[in-house]
């Protein structure tokens, strides 16, 4: 009803870049809980780093996996030294995150990305990531635990 009374700029949320919609986002067809991530990353809701929690007024938005910068959408998947590999064996075309990028239309792509989710626990609650997946930092250096 908002969608057809023109209302779209009060149905949406100014932080959300992504058009509001009748029919479901492709990523829907990946699974509830790897969806469920999606959603939450684009939203800007999720569990990463630089999204805003309830629970900390004052977090470290520095990303667990590399350390060097905020823990972004856009950094978590696409930039992060950390999963570099594994970026690079799922989603050689996926380039952008952006409302208008081809990924949101390629079903390909957005399994890809749903399996490089899965792969590297992106955007899980904390408790269900294992420690080998992040950093530790010694005086001089990062290193993969």
């Known amino acids: 009803m908002l969608l057809q009374d023109g209302a779209t700029d009060a149905a949406t949320p100014s932080y959300y870049e992504y058009?509001?919609?009748l029919t479901p986002r492709p990523f829907?067809?990946?699974g509830k809980f790897v969806a469920g991530r999606v959603h939450q990353m684009r939203a800007g809701k999720g569990y990463l780093a630089a999204h805003p929690s309830l629970f900390n007024e004052?977090?470290?938005l520095t990303c667990p996996r590399c350390g060097t910068e905020a823990e972004t959408f856009q950094h978590a998947?696409?930039?992060c030294p950390a999963?570099?590999?594994v970026r690079d064996l799922l989603r050689k075309a996926i380039s952008s995150l952006g409302q208008d990028a081809t990924l949101w239309s390629r079903p390909h792509l957005i399994?890809?990305?749903g399996e490089f989710i899965a792969d590297t626990k992106t955007g899980f609650p904390l408790d269900m990531i294992p420690e080998c997946f992040f950093v530790s930092f010694s005086s001089s250096s990062l290193s993969q635990v």
């Open 77 to 79: 998947i696409l930039t």
């Open 83 to 85: 999963q570099a590999r």
């Open 19 to 21: 058009p509001p919609s």
């Open 111 to 113: 399994r890809a990305l």
């Open 58 to 60: 004052d977090p470290d």
């Open 28 to 30: 829907m067809g990946l």
